[in-house]
């Protein structure tokens, strides 16, 4: 059984991050470890927060893990809170991806074309050395723009741009790449690269208007389950984007969004 270890916050107030991601991958039967790349009290976008940064836990970790031998089949990194998290977490993703660890990068950042509240430009730079050492990373569009000085086009892109946004993702580093919440050619998508085929792709979906947080991380861990089950990747995209798509229509009425989707209540729309 292949098992994983999630590096990202963990959230007390709301269902996001490692918090949305670890029922989801231990319900399709993924073994799932921890290491968490800070404490933050809630959604940052209740304007009012507090964050404990853990990089000196992450410092004190790695070795004890590296001297016990711990080993990894794949790693999923998620939000930085410091160019010192971010060397060590690109550091040990590196050699654990030299041994054979796929190496899965979510470039947390903003969405709707601006930088989540607290989120900054440095943030922007962490993360582009960790999308240098991926094998695959899976930004959203506005993420995707922040990565590689693109301007962010309201109005969505063509088909064409798609691509070539693609290509300046992977000209940071990671070998595939996904790219969700993109209006292609006027039309809500997802597209992609597989380096192990050369094919790009894009797959079409329904949008529901409002914005719940969690989202994306209920899309990568969908997404990394089936990838570790021996599934496709653009067919494993086609999985996370349906059950993110239900998720959100169970609950596309909740009054706090904030709080993001309850995940345990979900794990049926897995099967």
């Not at 654990?96 to 979510?106: L, N, P």
């Not at 094998?135 to 990565?147: G, I, V």
Request: hydrophobic residues 40%; negative net charge.
């Amino acid at each position: 059984m292949k098992q994983i270890l999630l590096i990202n916050d963990v959230v007390g107030y709301s269902k996001v991050g490692m918090v949305a991601m670890l029922p989801i991958l231990s319900y399709l039967g993924v073994p799932t470890y921890s290491l968490p790349t800070a404490l933050v009290s809630n959604t940052l976008d209740y304007g009012k927060f507090n964050i404990q940064d853990t990089t000196e836990y992450i410092r004190g970790t790695l070795p004890v893990w590296k001297e016990l031998g711990f080993s990894f089949d794949a790693i999923c990194t998620g939000l930085m809170f410091s160019d010192e998290q971010a060397r060590l977490v690109a550091s040990y993703c590196k050699e654990q991806g030299r041994a054979g660890t796929a190496v899965f990068v979510d470039p947390i950042m903003g969405d709707g074309g601006r930088l989540y509240n607290g989120v900054t430009q440095r943030q922007v730079r962490l993360m582009r050395e960790m999308v240098s050492v991926a094998h695959l990373t899976f930004p959203n569009y506005t993420e995707a723009c922040y990565l590689t000085d693109t301007p962010f086009q309201r109005d969505g892109i063509t088909w064409q741009e798609a691509r070539e946004l693609l290509a300046a993702i992977r000209d940071i580093g990671s070998r595939s790449v996904i790219i969700t919440s993109c209006r292609i050619d006027g039309i809500p998508s997802v597209c992609g690269y597989n380096h192990f085929n050369g094919e790009f792709f894009h797959l079409e979906y329904e949008e529901i208007p409002g914005l719940f947080h969690g989202t994306g991380d209920i899309f990568s861990a969908v997404l990394i389950g089936h990838l570790l089950n021996d599934e496709p990747l653009k067919a494993s995209t086609r999985r996370a984007m349906d059950t993110v798509f239900r998720m959100i229509d169970r609950y596309r009425d909740t009054d706090d969004k904030n709080r993001g989707i309850p995940v345990e209540k979900c794990l049926d729309l897995l099967a």
